[in-house]
């Protein structure tokens, strides 16, 4: 796939994504609002059925009062008597505070009676009645909140514009709120004279807590749905990458595979090429050097191949340890005697610092010596010094450490962390003087950690590069 092709992919897809979120706030956003109409619409059903039972009580215990007051006076007290009489009749009939403002307006005893009222009593202006049923006023609140499923907290209070002053509060917490930010409804004035009735004033703290948690699921979706988006996306983007990088590492490993494979089959060509000369034939020394030239490609072969199916192995989980007591000294000093010859080809040297005093592990030995030779060739492959290589051992904690430091071309940073991926090989632009499958490190590195241990590396361009591994000796 062209990088402009996936580079369109990525656009496409995260353009969507933004799109799908942006269309999902909407939708909470008008959801939002929808709730918060409902709640005022509510709000206004209870309330103006609140106001309609006070303003019922407040009227009969103004009637009640005032027909103990007027006892004195005969001549009123019978057409008080009378309006009492008809408004106890009617109280029934009233279902709504409508049907009682009509009442009130379309009956001429009464309002005639009222006016009276409003001349002689006038303790309704101060809130007595209302003052000392607080703890009722809150109760028909709450019973009413109740019955619309609206389960908050709530402040109330009595608002007075004759006197600007509350009459009353519930708590007296929220006196400005209860002003500014709640809810108000008119008192009936109980009479044509009042022209500035008194408020009953509802102000809801947690009103936006209360209208956002009606929405927990909706919101709840909404986040697990834009994780799983988010999540979904890096992800998808994460594997193209990843298979591109592994498409392109996949391609060095063929190429480098066919090149390492291609010297020594070449080799071994043109060997048996010459073998079949009859002069060489009849030089024991000549046809014995080529002969060991094929046996010696014919090793290497073998090597690179065990080593690609040793790597099959591990993938598959089907490489079998033989655990047997090893000691890890005797491991170190085989893989450098295999090695040796290489490294004074180079004119080097490998320097051993065996100071462990428990040596001894549980482990496969062959599989061990394999890891310290995969460290001890890549020490000698990346370097264009003369190879200077020191392995030390010591105990400590239980386990026995291993270090092995080269004076190599070292490693940068930010691939120390990458070297021990399968097929990764660390970029050396345009020089292709070390060859490698990429397969050394991350063999060493299962190894190891099917031993029960670690390893880490330390390096420094231009400077060298320590491998330590950590193996347990319990």
């Excluded at 799109?19 to 103006?48: S, T």
């Excluded at 494979?261 to 090429?273: G, R, V």
């Excluded at 046809?287 to 090597?303: D, F």
Aim: aromatic share 10%; with cysteine.
């Amino acid at each position: 796939m062209k990088k402009w092709t996936i580079g369109v992919i990525i656009l496409l897809v995260t353009l969507s994504t933004v799109g799908l979120m942006i269309i999902q706030v909407i939708w909470i956003k008008d959801a939002v609002k929808v709730k918060q109409a409902v709640f005022f619409r509510d709000v206004n059903l209870v309330m103006n059925n609140v106001v309609y039972e006070l303003d019922k009580m407040r009227l009969q215990d103004r009637v009640i009062r005032q027909r103990k007051y007027y006892q004195q006076n005969q001549g009123f007290y019978d057409t008080f008597d009378s309006l009492n009489r008809i408004l106890m009749m009617n109280v029934g009939n009233w279902g709504s505070q409508n049907d009682f403002d009509d009442w009130i307006r379309h009956t001429n005893q009464a309002n005639k009676v009222l006016r009276e009222l409003s001349f002689n009593y006038t303790d309704q202006d101060h809130g007595n009645f209302l003052y000392s049923k607080k703890a009722l006023i809150d109760s028909l609140i709450s019973k009413n909140l109740k019955g619309k499923k609206i389960n908050t907290k709530f402040e109330f209070g009595i608002y007075s514009p004759a006197t600007n002053s509350m009459v009353i509060q519930k708590t007296g917490k929220y006196p400005e709120e209860l002003l500014n930010e709640g809810y108000y409804y008119d008192l009936s004035p109980l009479g044509t004279l009042f022209t500035f009735p008194n408020k009953l004033l509802i102000y809801f703290p947690n009103e936006q807590s209360f209208i956002v948690r009606q929405l927990w699921k909706l919101l709840g979706i909404s986040v697990f749905l834009f994780i799983v988006i988010i999540i979904s996306f890096s992800f998808s983007i994460y594997i193209i990458n990843r298979q591109k990088r592994l498409s392109v590492m996949k391609n060095d490993f063929i190429n480098n595979m066919t090149h390492e494979f291609k010297t020594p089959i070449s080799t071994i060509a043109l060997a048996c090429e010459a073998l079949k000369d009859k002069d060489i034939q009849k030089s024991e020394i000549v046809y014995n050097n080529y002969i060991g030239v094929i046996g010696e490609e014919n090793r290497r072969l073998g090597l690179m191949a065990e080593q690609i199916l040793q790597t099959a192995l591990i993938d598959k989980g089907q490489l079998n340890l033989k655990i047997m007591p090893v000691n890890i000294h005797e491991v170190i000093e085989s893989a450098v005697n295999s090695k040796k010859i290489d490294a004074e080809e180079k004119g080097g040297m490998i320097e051993l610092q065996l100071k462990a005093t428990k040596p001894m592990m549980n482990g496969d030995r062959i599989h061990l010596t394999n890891v310290m030779i995969n460290l001890i060739d890549n020490a000698l492959k990346y370097n264009i010094n003369v190879p200077h290589i020191v392995i030390n051992t010591v105990n400590q904690n239980g386990y026995i450490y291993i270090r092995v430091q080269d004076n190599g071309i070292g490693i940068v940073h930010s691939n120390q962390k990458k070297i021990f991926d399968k097929l990764y090989r660390v970029p050396t632009g345009n020089l292709h003087d070390f060859k490698g499958f990429g397969l050394g490190l991350n063999y060493v590195k299962e190894t190891t950690e099917m031993h029960h241990g670690k390893i880490s590396v330390d390096s420094e361009p231009g400077k060298g590069t320590t491998f330590t591994i950590e193996l347990p000796t319990k």
